[in-house]
Each structure stands twice: as structure tokens, then as C-alpha cells.
């Protein structure tokens, strides 16, 4: 087993994973998996840089992880065991060389910003592990996964992005297209400020225009991912917290529960009708609902609608639920370069 660690730093969160990994199994044994909104793509569509204070904040989020990291007794040196990857927020900035300095300084490796294409990749190994180990005969018998079979269409939405990869044990097919939820929300629903005015209902033409801009970009993703196959359909693997926070509403949950969530499957109906009630609540009806963090309660109306467009387009009946995302394909990562 090699321990490593990995984190994924998007649009609006960061997020660490310390594990142990077998990397010739891909047996994972999880020891810290944190999350912190820390919004680093705040006014990048409008301004096309990092905010300073968006900055700050990820940076007190990486000085957290670090001492986690020390704790867990993740090796350093010259050859860390830690991978730490930005996607579409530092990927947009022009200021991007700051933000870069800022994690060297404090974490000591060099933030990879990655293409749309690789975050794709990486997302679907980290989603796809269990699901194809659990259709394999040889499997690790811990191994626990809905029956869904290849190929998997996996959709990622994240803050400033979504990723579309269709693959079964390998990537067919990938494309990273600029509808994030943090995106759509600053881009149809906000002021001049950049907030989200009071009550925080959106109209009719702003619901409109964010489906608009959606539907243009499911357009673009059907010039290389085939969403609507002509041979079955595929097994729809839905990731990140757009998608982990409508399935908790989905099962009625107390309070986010990664365990209940992970392979939890959602049909389309109940998808519809959270999107709806999302779409047509405040943001305090929003933020009362119990499994609603408070830094998705401005956006998560707008992530909703990317699955929803989504998978009317695809003609999917229902979403398989992945806890498992990119972080999880990072850290495999990290497990085979090491062990090698």
C-alpha cells in the first residue's frame, strides 16, 4: 500500500484525499477526505483573473491540508507523494502565475493546471474504478457497486466547467465545455457586484438563459461525445457537488451522508422536480434545506439544470451517483508513479 495524497482545486472548492492505494489492485483505503468552498473562480468570467481575496482564501485552505498531510505522514522530498491539480478557474486567469506561486510556496510541489481533456480523463478513472472492478470477475470481493454495466457516460459539473467522458475501461471520447454552476449563476443571475440579489429567486427569462447556454454547449459536446448512442444508451455516472448535494435531497437525507450518497441512483423524474424546486426557492428556502452547504446555496440551482438538460438530451432514466470523482483518479495517479 502507498500512502499519497491528492487535491483537486476547481472553481469553488478544494478538496484533499489522503489514502493508502494498492496500486496493482486499485484497492483505496481512505484516512482524510475534506472539502472547503473556498469560490477561487469568484468574477473570472467577468474579469478574467483571480480575485485577491478569492486567493487568500485558497491558500488558508492550503495551509490546512498541508499540516494534514504532515500528519498523515505522506512522503516529501524530492518525489512527494502528493499531486495537487487546478482546473478551469486557473486555467481562465491571466494572473494564473500567482496563484501558482502561492501553492509552491506553501505546499512545496507545483500545481498542475490541467486541461479540459485531462480533467475528463482523470475524472472518469476516479469514477469508473469501483464500477468496472465490480463488472470484472476477479474483483476484490469488497468491491460494492451498483449492477450498471460499460459504456458509462460520466458527467462532472463542476464550478467554471462540465466535463462529458464516454469510455468503459478507457476514455472513447471527452469534452470539457464552460457551463459550470459558478459560471452560470455569476454569468445570468448576478449584479454588477457579483452577488446573487435578494430573495435569490431567478426569473423565468434568467431560468431561460441559463438553459440556453446549457443546451449551446451539450451542441459543442455532441460534435465529439456521441451523447445519444445508437447502440442501448449508456450507464450516466454523475459527479461533484451539484449532483452529491441533489441526491441527498433525492433520499430525503437529515444530513450529508457520503456513504448513502455514493452509487445511490436518482431517477430522471426526481431529478426534474428538485431542479424545479430549486430553481423556484429563495435562498433561504435554499439554505434551509438540511443537506445544503452553504456555499452551493447560490448555485446550485444552476447545477441542477446542467444535469437536468443533460439528461433529457441523453435520454437517460435515471443518474448513478459517484462520490468517487477526480480526486479519487488523481490519487490512483499518484499510487502507480510512486509504486513504479
Request: aromatic share 2%; proline share 6%; with cysteine.
Amino acid at each position: 500500500m502507498k500512502r499519497v495524497a491528492a487535491i483537486d482545486c476547481g472553481t469553488n472548492s478544494i478538496r484533499l484525499l489522503v489514502a493508502d492505494i494498492d496500486p496493482a489492485t486499485g484497492a483505496l483505503h481512505e484516512l482524510d477526505r475534506r472539502m472547503t468552498i473556498v469560490r477561487l473562480g469568484q468574477d473570472v468570467d467577468r474579469t478574467g483573473r483571480l480575485a485577491p481575496e478569492a486567493l487568500e482564501r485558497t491558500f488558508a485552505a492550503c495551509r490546512e491540508y498541508a499540516e494534514v498531510i504532515r500528519e498523515h505522514g505522506v512522503p516529501g522530498g524530492p518525489h512527494p507523494a502528493l499531486r495537487f491539480v487546478a482546473t478551469s478557474a486557473s486555467r481562465d486567469a491571466s494572473n494564473r502565475e500567482d496563484f501558482v506561486r502561492g501553492v509552491r510556496d506553501i505546499l512545496g510541489v507545483e500545481p498542475e493546471v490541467i486541461t479540459g481533456d485531462e480533467e475528463a480523463a482523470l475524472s472518469f478513472a476516479g469514477a469508473t474504478r469501483e464500477l468496472t472492478a465490480h463488472q470484472d470477475p476477479a474483483a476484490q470481493p469488497q468491491v460494492q457497486a451498483p449492477v450498471c454495466g460499460a459504456p458509462y457516460l460520466v458527467v462532472d459539473i463542476g464550478g467554471g466547467s462540465t466535463e462529458f467522458v464516454v469510455g468503459d475501461r478507457a476514455v472513447r471520447a471527452a469534452r470539457s465545455v464552460n457551463v459550470g454552476c459558478v459560471r452560470m449563476t455569476e454569468r445570468h443571475l448576478a449584479d454588477a457586484t457579483g452577488k446573487v440579489p435578494e430573495p435569490g429567486t431567478p426569473t423565468e427569462a434568467q431560468i431561460a438563459a441559463i438553459r440556453a447556454d446549457v443546451e449551446a454547449a451539450l451542441d459543442t459536446v455532441e460534435q465529439t461525445v456521441p451523447l445519444r448512442p445508437a447502440d442501448g444508451g449508456y450507464t450516466l455516472v454523475g459527479l461533484a457537488g451539484s449532483v452529491t448535494t441533489i441526491a441527498a435531497i433525492a433520499l430525503d437525507l437529515p444530513a450529508y451522508d457520503s456513504a448513502a450518497i455514493h452509487h445511490a441512483v436518482i431517477p430522471l423524474d426526481r431529478v426534474r422536480e428538485i431542479t424545479d424546486r430549486l430553481l423556484h426557492s429563495t435562498h433561504a428556502e435554499r439554505a434551509a434545506i438540511p443537506v445544503m452547504h452553504p456555499g452551493r446555496v447560490d448555485v446550485i440551482g444552476a447545477g441542477a439544470l446542467v444535469l437536468l438538460a443533460l439528461m433529457e438530451r441523453a435520454g437517460a432514466r435515471e443518474v448513478v451517483v459517484s462520490e468517487h470523482d477526480i480526486l479519487d483518479g488523481i490519487a490512483f495517479g499518484v499510487a502507480e508513479r510512486v509504486g513504479g
